[in-house]
């Protein structure tokens, strides 16, 4: 069993949250079996005492930008900064994707093309396309030292990146959202957000989503990080006393 700490950066609406949970339920469903998601509220103060507490990081969405002069978001990035530089496997999920890349030294903006907002097909540069639920006006726009790019639309360049060492990954849309979410969350927002926004997202949602393809890569990376410790963990010394 593996141990995921959910830094979790944001709260759903009432309506969302009745229903599906918080972050943390998410993530757990769409991790499965063999990993335990344990919810610390980021956006509340909330960190952990150590980056090695748990096996490894995921960061969840927000409604927050990562610019934002928050009271949290400092503290979060210097938590990041410490697991990446410790080793600490990091999963980056929509905010949790620019807010790793902004505390290790990329760029995040809001983008001036405006939202990208409804299931999108993502472009991956080792692999077939996959499509998946964006929610975002925010993205990278410039990368950290040692981030490749994994996945690009025309909208957003970096939406996914891969770093150096194999100890972090990210990802800007959500596996985590499912046809019934996105639908719910394009109801609520069909009045904050411009009216062609909605109408593109509403008729995309009869689009098959890949989470599982996606979800499956965030599992597998996790996994590999475990047996990559375990293989290198140091041996205990043989007890003289019992040879």
């Not at 103060?45 to 610019?67: C, H, K, N, T």
């Not at 985590?176 to 969350?185: D, G, N, V, Y």
Request: aromatic content about 10%.
């Amino acid at each position: 069993m593996m141990t995921i700490g959910i830094l979790i950066c944001g709260h759903f609406v009432d309506d969302i949250k009745a229903t599906y949970g918080t972050y943390c339920d998410l993530y757990a469903d769409m991790l499965g079996e063999g990993f335990e998601c344990v919810p610390y509220f980021v956006c509340e103060g909330e960190l952990p005492a150590s980056v090695q507490e748990q096996d490894a990081w995921l960061v969840s969405g927000s409604r927050s930008g990562a610019y934002e002069d928050l009271p949290w978001i400092k503290p979060l990035e210097a938590f990041l900064v410490e697991a990446y530089s410790a080793q600490v496997p990091v999963v980056g999920i929509c905010f949790g994707h620019q807010i790793l890349a902004q505390a290790l030294g990329g760029r995040v903006e809001k983008y001036e093309d405006g939202w990208s907002f409804g299931p999108v097909e993502y472009r991956f540069r080792d692999g077939p396309s996959q499509t998946v639920v964006a929610v975002h006006q925010d993205q990278v726009t410039a990368l950290p030292d040692g981030a490749t790019v994994i996945a690009e639309t025309d909208f957003c360049r970096y939406a996914g990146l891969a770093y150096t060492g194999g100890k972090a990954l990210s990802f800007q849309p959500h596996p985590e959202f499912s046809t019934a979410f996105i639908t719910q969350l394009t109801d609520l927002y069909a009045e904050r957000l411009p009216a062609d926004i909605i109408e593109q997202a509403r008729a995309a949602l009869d689009r098959p989503l890949d989470n599982a393809i996606m979800g499956q890569q965030i599992a597998d990376f996790l996994r590999q990080n475990l047996v990559s410790a375990a293989v290198h963990a140091p041996t205990a010394a043989p007890d003289k006393a019992a040879s």
